[in-house]
């Protein structure tokens, strides 16, 4: 659920095709909590990792989940082999001391007694009682979170306390790229897909077209790379259409396979089983 990245040693590879790094960093060099708004898929942990980068500073990072408890926020007690009791601290603790970058990935699938206890740090005293030591966040804390839309195709997402959301006053909106840059994105991952660009640009109008259909999924950027991949690889279009924006349906009523099928066999002028 939690980790640290060591974000200077790190070269990613991220796309800014919404100018999202640039106003990330804007928003830690006036001290600025921002939550990123958008579906699965779009970039919106890269985009925080790549402005961490910018910013040389090291984040620890949050999965929430429904499974997510306070302890794993903050810290537990743990046993030493000579019996003695020590606590361990957690990532919001751990990054207040070191005056590293908080991140909350899907924030919005945190139970409400978590969202209490990690409202308490936001405010503006910068402030954490912990069993009545007092925390203060060290110069250059920073919080970014991000969150999934109240949709079904987000399962678990509910909304955020009004009070919670305050403490994040910048709101950025990501959604997918059009084609054109999601090649260029894909060409990043995948160099070499340039021999195989005008397939992949085709497949890229038909995922953009998939997108405006109501499906029980929407295939994301990580599709788009996943194509790439296999189209380098040497495997033929048909079979990596199948593999990975039509077999994930399969999953649900056979009428969505079809009408799927029938979308990708219209556009790409392919025929499938």
Same mark, same amino acid.
């Given at each position: 659920m939690e980790k640290k990245?060591?974000?200077?040693?790190?070269?990613?590879?991220?796309?800014?095709?919404? !100018?999202?790094?640039?106003?990330l960093t804007h928003c830690y060099r006036n001290g600025l909590f921002p939550i990123l708004i958008g579906p699965k898929g779009v970039g919106k942990t890269a985009a925080i990792r790549k402005a961490c980068e910018e910013l040389s500073k090291?984040?620890?990072?949050?999965?929430?989940?429904?499974?997510?408890?306070?302890?794993? &926020?903050?810290? #537990?007690?743990?046993t030493r082999p000579d019996g003695t009791i020590c606590f361990t601290s957690g990532p919001l603790i751990r990054s207040m001391q070191e005056g590293a970058v908080l991140y909350l990935d899907e924030?919005?699938?945190?139970?409400?007694?978590?969202? +209490?206890?990690?409202?308490?740090?936001?405010?503006?005293? %910068?402030? &954490? !009682?912990?069993d009545g030591n007092t925390i203060r966040a060290a110069e250059g804390w920073w919080v970014?979170?991000? +969150?999934?839309? &109240?949709? %079904?195709? #987000?399962?678990?997402?509910h909304?955020?306390?009004?009070?919670?959301?305050?403490?994040?006053?910048?709101?950025?909106?990501?959604?997918?790229? !059009?084609?054109?840059?999601?090649?260029?994105i894909v060409k990043m991952h995948v160099p070499e897909v340039t021999r195989k660009a005008s397939d992949l640009q085709e497949l890229l109008l038909a995922i953009n077209q998939l997108r405006e259909q109501d499906l029980p999924y929407i295939p994301s950027i990580?599709?788009? +790379?996943?194509?790439?991949?296999?189209?380098?690889?040497?495997?033929?279009v048909k079979s990596a259409v199948e593999m990975t924006l039509i077999d994930v349906y399969y999953q649900w009523d056979s009428s969505i396979v079809d009408s799927v099928?029938?979308?990708? %066999?219209?556009?790409?002028? +392919?025929?499938?089983d």
């Open positions: 990245e060591n974000i200077p040693q790190t070269r990613s590879v991220f796309l800014d095709w919404g !100018n999202v790094v640039s106003k090291e984040m620890y990072t949050v999965n929430f989940s429904l499974r997510t408890r306070e302890y794993n &926020l903050v810290g #537990h007690y743990d924030i919005n699938v945190a139970e409400p007694a978590v969202l +209490i206890r990690l409202d308490e740090a936001l405010d503006f005293r %910068r402030e &954490l !009682n912990n970014c979170s991000s +969150i999934n839309p &109240l949709d %079904r195709y #987000h399962s678990g997402t909304e955020l306390p009004g009070q919670l959301l305050s403490r994040f006053p910048v709101r950025i909106y990501m959604t997918y790229p !059009n084609p054109a840059t999601e090649y260029e990580r599709e788009s +790379i996943a194509l790439g991949k296999l189209l380098v690889s040497g495997i033929d099928k029938e979308l990708l %066999r219209s556009r790409l002028l +392919i025929e499938f």
